[in-house]
């Protein structure tokens, strides 16, 4: 894993009583890679209409953290592994059936939920530990986990580079992208098991309840307030960053005193808040 102690230290000078933890530093370092990740993915969701998968693939952690307790596997490894597994499942029946993408999601996020909650009900002491994943809890975060996020961010952003216009395509229409030559079955793949795996560690940074909105809320205050494709893709990363460096500080102070994952999650809610703010203001001048 690489070694992130200059990445700790800037974060150290900061003029931030909070930030002079190491677990508050690994914290904000976990957030910072993550929110932007969850952002641009945000976009490509709500252009793909996949809100419903995402959601699908959060609620799987729960059948993924029980398998790793039960068979003695870390959560944390059984949990991503099961989320990459279900992301694919999803994609592959998606493409083989001529049911809908929200019939074939909802038939796969109810089958999981179910083979989850069965699997807890078999062991009852499992259940405490799964709270964790419930709410989440980006404190906890390791060196290790941050040093894998660092290398998920790095494939992220190169496949992003390579693909988004591709991708893009797709979502525009995807017969008229095959005719054009780009691979959809290949970038489709790509595209689902990275968001299964954003989606797998987004659940320990705000939980499986709050999972959704980390993706959808920066990427529809984007969509508010870009005029352009470009510029909602550059939206979403900084309301992201910006929630996520500000709700972990807020939630560090003693008057505040929240979930740190919760109160990213109101900080975005608060842009989107502005954001509809302005998109009627603009709706109003040009009907005047």
């Not at 290398?151 to 979502?171: E, P, T």
């Not at 460096?245 to 608060?270: D, H, K, P, R």
Request: proline letters at 3%; glycine letters at 10%; one cysteine or more.
């Amino acid at each position: 894993m690489p070694d992130l102690t200059l990445l700790y230290d800037l974060l150290g000078r900061l003029p931030l009583d909070c930030l002079q933890m190491r677990f508050m530093q690994q914290a904000l370092l976990g957030l910072l890679l993550l929110a932007p990740m969850a952002s641009v993915l945000g976009v490509e969701v709500i252009s793909f209409r996949m809100a419903f998968f995402s959601d699908a693939i959060g609620h799987s952690a729960f059948a993924g953290v029980a398998l790793g307790l039960i068979l003695a596997i870390n959560p944390r490894i059984s949990m991503p592994l099961f989320g990459l597994l279900v992301g694919l499942g999803i994609m592959a029946v998606r493409r083989r059936s001529n049911l809908s993408g929200d019939t074939v999601i909802g038939i796969v996020f109810s089958a999981v939920v179910a083979f989850g909650l069965a699997v807890v009900s078999r062991a009852p002491g499992v259940g405490r530990d799964m709270q964790r994943f419930l709410y989440g809890d980006i404190l906890t975060i390791t060196e290790d986990e941050t040093g894998f996020l660092v290398l998920l961010f790095i494939v992220m952003m190169l496949f992003q580079v390579i693909g988004y216009n591709r991708l893009l395509y797709i979502a525009l229409n995807p017969v008229m992208a095959r005719v054009h030559g780009v691979r959809v079955a290949l970038w489709q793949y790509s595209f689902a098991a990275l968001l299964a795996l954003v989606v797998m560690f987004s659940v320990w940074a705000v939980g499986v309840l709050l999972v959704t909105a980390l993706l959808i809320v920066p990427a529809a205050t984007a969509r508010n307030l870009a005029t352009t494709a470009g510029g909602m893709f550059w939206w979403a990363l900084v309301v992201g960053l910006s929630s996520a460096f500000i709700g972990l500080v807020l939630s560090a102070q003693e008057w505040m005193a929240t979930a740190s994952g919760a109160t990213v999650i109101l900080v975005a809610c608060c842009w989107f808040g502005v954001s509809a703010l302005v998109a009627s203001l603009r709706g109003s001048r040009k009907a005047a």
